[in-house]
Structure formats: C-alpha cells, structure tokens
C-alpha cells in the first residue's frame, strides 16, 4: 500500500509539474497542495524548513525541488 504522499506546489511551476508527472508515471497517488491558494500550506513547507516548490512529502521526510532525493523519496512511496 502506498504512503501518503503530498507535493506542495504552485500554479506555473515548471518544476512542480515536473514532479507530480513523474509521481503519477510512477503509479504513485498524492495530494497536491498550492500554497498560493492556501497560507496554511505555505506555513507547512516553512516547517520543513523550505520557502520555496515544488516540496515532496513522504510521512516525515520532505525533499524541495526535482532531484536524486526524490527517487529516493519516490521508493519509499513505494514501499
């Protein structure tokens, strides 16, 4: 079963997309979350320690941006 997975985001970005479309090939369902929809999720991101999206959010581990941290983060959604 996979883990709850969300992907802090905002509206036109790049990055962002980038990310849920490789979630989403990955067969991995997540919650997506426009902090510029919504203060509270940018209040989230700052708490793992971030200011900017796209961040990733596996149970307690949070990666920003569209790298090798998020293959990572990717397996453990798997798992």
Not at 24 to 53: C, H, W
């Amino acid at each position: 079963m996979n883990k709850h997975v969300i992907v802090y985001t905002t509206k036109d970005c790049i990055e962002c997309t980038m990310v849920k479309k490789v979630l989403t090939e990955e067969g991995i369902v997540f919650e997506s979350r426009d902090v510029m929809a919504n203060p509270e999720y940018q209040e989230e991101v700052e708490k793992y320690g971030f200011l900017g999206v796209p961040v990733t959010v596996v149970e307690n581990r949070a990666v920003k941006g569209f790298t090798n941290e998020l293959k990572e983060l990717i397996e453990l959604a798997k798992n």
